[in-house]
């Protein structure tokens, strides 16, 4: 029987919705949805698009060691604005009994931010853990910031999913503020720079999300696979009709690497012989990709199909299920990924899936054909006979969505993934 965890879907945004600070040389492209433009202020004040999928947080990767110090000027300015985080439940434990510390020292919302909520509401059920950091929902346990320097020296675990949380963590260890076992887990594929191999070298235990991860690692991991909340994210209970508008969707950030252009190259081409079906593209545009998000609205517009091809900003991340259930078809044409958590989300949430092999841990998600199909990264032809094959057979795509809820139940679940890294902070504390 599934254990039920209240509060894990519970109303909360893990990010400001401030219209009225849009830079005005962003203009809103959400009028698919008819809903107000919510983009967001990143750190620098620049306006962006944004979304809460698992992107890996690849260009953290890349940062040298003064970009490194200026993000630990950034968590100094968190710890001392102390009082600014809402009132956290702190599910009746005392902060000295915490023996496991998840930090998010990133504000602005992101993948890695939503696993860490998703997971620590789960965990606090088997071990003591709470997450410390900013932009984080209210109901999840929480350990404010100052009240590291307080915690009575006893062996804890400091788990850490970004270069900043990770050398916070070791300069908590080698200052002796903290005793802690650190680990780190490793959600990209990219080779790693220099900088990263030496914090990662510090880490008493590294995690991979998959082998592909691992494998650019320069030591040995424990490969554990991201999970999804299949208590969120679960199928539409309405039927389609035979003249329902049918929508095809592709969440996440929008930029080359993601593969985007190939699929609103796709759609472009499909749509105007398919009078029933739309597509939409939803995620975070930076600054750097505004270039290119601009050549994909006017692909769209060239073809004529500005009513039915969609740009929406990003949602909250408790809104995210419900777009999912909004799609019949769901599409991830990324080039790269360090996992790829919106497969997972969309299998399942009962949605027939479109990705590219080879990339982030799809191959192993997507079992073709029986929940989704796969095709080569880049190539728009065979993505586009894919989705031809999908959009013109509904018995195949009413077989694809059971077949996708029923493999997410059984080797996607969230509790599977918190329950083993349960077992990897229990072995750390015993050694």
Partial sequence: MQKRYPNRCGKFSLQARLPEFCHPEMPCHGAFSGQDCCRT??????????????????????LAPTSQLLLFGDFARTFLEGSWHVKRRSAAQSYDTLDVIAPNFKRRLSGVTATIARLVSIQVSS????????????????????????LSRRLRVWHARRNNDLLIGLLLKWLGISKLKVVFTSASPRTRTGWTRFLVSKCDEVIATNQVNADVMMRGCVIIPHGVDIECFFPSNEAASADEHLVIGCYGRIRPLKGTQDFVEAVCRLLPDHPNWSAVVMGRVLPRDRSFFDGLVERVEKAGLAGRIGFKPEVSLEDMPAAYRELAIYVAPSHLEGFGLTVAEALASGVPTIATRGVGAFDTLVDTPKNGLLYQPGDVVDLEAK?????????????????????????MSLEVEA?????????????
């Fill in 419 to 431: 329950d083993q890294l349960v077992e990897v902070y229990r072995r750390l504390l015993t050694a």
């Fill in 41 to 62: 202020l990143d750190q620098t004040g620049a306006c962006s698009l944004g979304s809460h999928t698992n992107d890996t947080a690849l260009p953290e990767y890349r």
């Fill in 127 to 150: 071990i003591p853990i709470a997450a410390t950091g900013p932009g984080l929902p209210s109901d999840v346990p929480h350990l404010p910031l100052w009240r590291i320097l307080f």
């Fill in 387 to 411: 989705l031809l094959q999908l959009m013109e057979d509904d018995e195949l795509r009413g077989e694809m969505g059971h077949a996708a809820r029923a493999s997410a139940i059984e080797r």
